[in-house]
């Protein structure tokens, strides 16, 4: 059973918003309140843990299903997002008579060496990580746990571990070959200043891509602009006062990135997709961009999520099986951000 924020508020005499605040990495917080907020939710996860241990008649040990946050990116956007895939995957992992731990491990405020070591003393019998913002050098701790590791959103090739993710290149090349069809070749694609495993990859394949269709060289059509709405939003306003020069279409690397980019659009009353054309990476919220019915290329998250625990406790089993990668195509929602222009080429 998770705690709630004002089950925490209320035992530790401070305000639901300073846990939250605590909880989900955001400014607000002294340290000291964040680390008594951060060590008090983790005494009572481990108390529900060994009376829902005792009370068992059966358990095989613990699935743990860590969520690594190196610098709190993805934590900002996913927050209060987890809950409905926990329970999922806990109905997963209670069927196959295991116990699931979700933890979420804050690299700048947390000791690594006490998870570590709160992983052996719980008994975890595998671990599923949700990876998007590791780096390779921080899987090697957990090969000492010894036990079956799966990744999510990340590939760690020396340490030859089992990984889910999204196709980004297949949906890169869906997004360019989309583009093409209608007509364009000046492509620029938006990018956010952080370097996590999926942004690198679709960057890559947005120069692959462009090579292929024979768009020219791509590798100075990406432009960089920030890692919040906020900042997005002024580096967007400041390239279109420089110009765009004759840029046709924009690919939107993130959420993050049509957000800010699409209000810097917006407000310059720059028609989409007549004067400029628009696809996205990765979905939002349809109230998001007033006016604009964005184009997506759409990757899957809960489905991939729940797999690759199922996979990971068939692992646990010893089921003697090879490395494996399984990468989730992506789809693309047509919406009415992209001009045709092939429709009034040589007519």
Same mark, same amino acid.
């Given at each position: 059973m998770r705690i709630k924020a004002k089950e925490i508020a209320k035992e530790l005499g401070i305000s639901p918003a300073t846990v939250s605040l605590a909880l989900n990495d955001r400014p607000g917080v002294s340290p000291q309140t964040r680390q008594q907020i951060l060590d008090y939710v983790r005494e009572k996860e481990e108390k529900q843990f060994f009376e829902q241990m005792q009370g068992t008649k059966i358990c095989k040990g613990t699935v743990m299903?860590?969520?690594?946050?190196?610098?709190?990116?993805?934590?900002?956007?996913?927050?209060?997002?987890?809950?409905?895939?926990?329970?999922?995957?806990?109905?997963a992992v209670s069927f196959a008579g295991y116990q699931i731990c979700y933890r979420i491990y804050q690299e700048r405020t947390q000791s690594l060496s006490d998870l570590l070591e709160d992983c052996r003393r719980m008994n975890v019998r595998g671990i599923y990580i949700m990876a998007a913002e590791m780096r390779q050098g921080d899987i090697y701790p957990f090969l000492d746990?010894?036990?079956?590791?799966?990744?999510g959103d990340n590939l760690f090739y020396e340490a030859g571990l089992d990984s889910f993710l999204i196709d980004n290149r297949e949906g890169i090349e869906r997004c360019v070959d989309y583009l093409v069809d209608k007509g364009h070749s000046h492509i620029?694609?938006?990018?956010?200043?952080?370097?996590i495993f999926n942004f690198v990859e679709r960057r890559e394949a947005f120069i692959l891509e462009m090579a292929k269709r024979q768009c020219g060289?791509?590798?100075? !059509?990406?432009?960089?602009?920030g890692s919040n709405v906020e900042d997005v939003y002024a580096s967007m306003r400041q390239y279109l006062n420089e110009g765009i020069k004759g840029t046709t279409a924009f690919v939107l690397e993130s959420s993050v990135?049509?957000?800010?980019?699409?209000?810097? +659009?917006?407000? !310059?009353q720059i028609r989409?997709?007549?004067?400029?054309?628009?696809?996205?990476?990765?979905?939002?919220?349809?109230v998001s961009l007033p006016g604009i019915d964005l184009t997506l290329i759409k990757g899957t998250h809960t489905k991939r999520h729940l797999a690759a625990i199922r996979h990971l406790i068939r692992h646990i089993?010893?089921?003697?099986?090879?490395?494996? !990668?399984?990468?989730?195509?992506?789809? +693309?929602?047509?919406?009415?951000?992209?001009?045709?222009?092939?429709?009034?080429i040589y007519r």
């Open positions: 299903m860590l969520n690594y946050i190196k610098n709190g990116i993805i934590m900002e956007r996913s927050a209060g997002q987890p809950s409905a895939l926990v329970e999922e995957a806990e109905r746990l010894k036990v079956p590791i799966v990744i620029v694609y938006l990018a956010e200043t952080i370097d060289d791509a590798t100075n !059509r990406i432009r960089h602009l990135i049509s957000l800010g980019a699409g209000k810097a +659009l917006l407000e !310059r989409i997709p007549r004067d400029v054309s628009l696809i996205g990476f990765d979905a939002l919220p349809p089993e010893g089921d003697d099986e090879e490395i494996v !990668r399984i990468y989730y195509k992506t789809r +693309l929602l047509e919406g009415k951000s992209v001009f045709d222009k092939a429709k009034y």
